[in-house]
């Protein structure tokens, strides 16, 4: 055991019992794995959302992984489309939806809830984590020093196979743009949308972003590079059919995190 897992484990231990708040991302999964396997069966719950904002397949990924390792696993509607402040999509948004989920869990245990969260999310705009304190949420991987390769290291370990290079995958709410009301049938066309560049190109890094002046895929810069016209023209028209009723403008654009977010 490395200086770093070892203290993550004492940290663990302080701790339990735990309930972990499980995206389905590689950072929660890591450490929903770490910690039933360092706590044994019972001291460790795990708590995943639905939501039209969370892909089915970050749910199936959980649901799969905690049959295969015999977690107790609690899947709910942490109701942040319930809220109005959510739905209207503020620079802060991130707020309210963590407002609703570590609610959510808290009224479904009394344990110590804990987050996937690392050390490189504490240099980003993360409203999120101001919803974490109000809940006294704690971040497990900050207090032992794990960032994101860490992480990934940790879950190579773990023999999670594939899944320690699971790309990140942001909530689906985090390619709307700023402002622009947060609708069910959005976040379906983003994922949608989404999964048929990923097919066609395989590029390394995909985002939809739903902007007022319309669709603009970001692609990382190898993959925007290699586009030809007939890509462009191609994919245009295939997104086009992914939503009938309106017409958006589709552009590509090189990728840049947190391009969604307005400040203004």
């Known amino acids: 055991m490395s200086e770093s897992t ?5 940290v663990l231990h302080s701790l339990e019992p735990v309930a972990i708040a499980v995206s389905g991302g590689i950072d929660s999964l890591t450490l ?5 396997r360092t706590l044994g069966h019972g001291r460790a719950t795990m708590h995943h959302a639905t939501s039209p904002a969370v892909p089915a397949e970050a749910t199936e990924r959980t649901r799969d992984l905690a049959a295969r390792q015999g977690w107790k696993l609690d899947i709910f509607d942490a109701g942040e489309f319930a809220d109005p402040n959510y739905r209207a999509n503020p620079v802060n948004r991130c707020f309210f939806c963590k407002t609703s989920l570590y609610g959510a869990i808290a009224a479904r245990t009394a344990c110590q809830i804990l987050s996937g969260t690392n050390t ?3 240099g980003e705009y993360r409203p999120g984590l101001q919803a974490a ?3 006294r949420v704690r971040h497990p991987f900050v207090e032992a020093g794990f960032d994101k390769p860490a992480i990934r290291r940790l879950a190579a370990d773990l023999d999670l196979g594939t899944l320690a290079a699971l790309p990140a995958a942001p909530c689906l709410a985090s390619r709307v743009e700023t402002g622009i009301r947060i609708e069910g049938p959005i976040l379906a066309l983003v994922h949608a949308t989404e999964k048929l560049v990923a097919a066609a190109l395989s590029p390394t890094t995909i985002r939809c972003r739903i902007r007022r002046a319309g669709i603009v895929i970001e692609l990382d810069k190898p993959t925007l590079d290699r586009l030809t016209r007939h890509d462009r023209e191609t994919l245009t028209a ?3 059919a992914l939503a009938p009723l309106r017409a958006y403008p589709v552009c590509f654009a090189a990728y840049r995190t947190g391009s969604a977010f307005l400040h203004t």
Do not use: N, P, W, Y
């Open 120 to 122: 490189d999310d504490l």
């Open 238 to 240: 295939r997104i086009a």
């Open 6 to 10: 070892a203290v993550l484990d004492t």
């Open 133 to 135: 304190r109000a809940h």
């Open 32 to 36: 929903a794995t770490f910690a039933h």
